[in-house]
């Protein structure tokens, strides 16, 4: 009995022995996935993105009042990229909301219960083109100057990395300014304005958030401050997330249909 039970005792220890060996081979041989360096979350950054969301924006204020213009886009396509536009503008306590669709150089307007037709370039001072350009491949994100690099603060959260910078070098806010007043503007004389606030403006300084998740952007923060003379204050901002929310974005049918936009209502 006893030579029995220490038979059956040894042969469950080695089997508890052979256990406890793969569990630890199972331990050595797990993958831990590795601690990203800077240099390497911004690489992760600048794959590009099909689809997602953008908001531009101005806001001007004084000590005592303030008004904006934002630009809420959402962006994507199977083929070509298509842009929704919903604008906003809000002056002396009103504000004023429009909405467009944006497929090549056509924009079609929401007139309340009828869609109207227009050139872009026309319509808006900017071309398909430079919108393009500013939201799909932003400098600020796909070639960032070495100077916004160096100034980028690294935290991590897990597999979600966030850099954070503020700087105040004026070819680094120029350059992160230009798409947004290059495509920001609802009228050609609106972008003018941005223009001349762009150029007779004091740059004050710039931030910028810019979140890695999984190896992908998840989302990215510009906002650039200047002054305007001596009273007047500038905040331009770029904010982008939703990746990958709007591949296959297309132009309503009703949109489609648009009329001609009468030459009154430019």
């Not at 041989?29 to 908001?55: A, D, H």
């Not at 842009?83 to 309340?112: C, D, P, Y």
């Not at 007779?200 to 992908?216: C, H, R």
């Not at 305007?228 to 990746?243: D, E, V, Y």
Request: glycine fraction near 6%; charged fraction near 20%.
């Amino acid at each position: 009995m006893n030579f029995k039970f220490k038979k059956v005792g040894l042969i469950a220890l080695a089997a508890l022995a052979i256990g406890l060996t793969g569990c630890s081979n199972n331990k050595s041989t797990k993958k831990t996935t590795p601690v990203l360096t800077k240099s390497e979350v911004i690489q992760k950054s600048q794959k590009s993105f099909k689809s997602g969301q953008v908001i531009q924006s101005v806001r001007l204020s004084t000590d005592t009042s303030s008004q904006s213009v934002i630009a809420n886009t959402t962006f994507g396509g199977d083929n070509s990229t298509v842009f929704h536009i919903n604008n906003q503008t809000t002056a002396q306590g009103k504000t004023r909301n429009s909405e467009e669709w944006v497929n090549m150089n056509n924009v079609f307007l929401n007139g309340g219960h009828t869609w109207y037709r227009s050139n872009l370039d026309t319509l808006s001072g900017h071309t398909y083109a430079e919108l393009v350009s500013a939201i799909m491949s932003n400098d600020t994100i796909n070639n960032p100057s070495s100077k916004l690099v160096k100034a980028y603060k690294m935290t991590r959260k897990g597999q979600t990395y966030t850099l954070n910078a503020k700087l105040s070098d004026k070819k680094t806010m120029k350059k992160a300014l230009d798409p947004i007043v290059s495509t920001l503007g609802q009228t050609p004389e609106q972008e003018k304005l941005f223009r001349r606030m762009q150029k007779y403006g004091t740059y004050q300084n710039m931030t910028v958030k810019l979140v890695v998740k999984n190896n992908k952007l998840y989302s990215c923060n510009i906002f650039i401050n200047m002054k305007l003379g001596k009273l007047n204050k500038a905040r331009f901002g770029q904010s982008f997330g939703n990746f990958g929310s709007h591949d296959f974005l297309k132009v309503p049918s009703n949109a489609l249909a648009a009329k001609p936009l009468p030459k009154s209502s430019k």
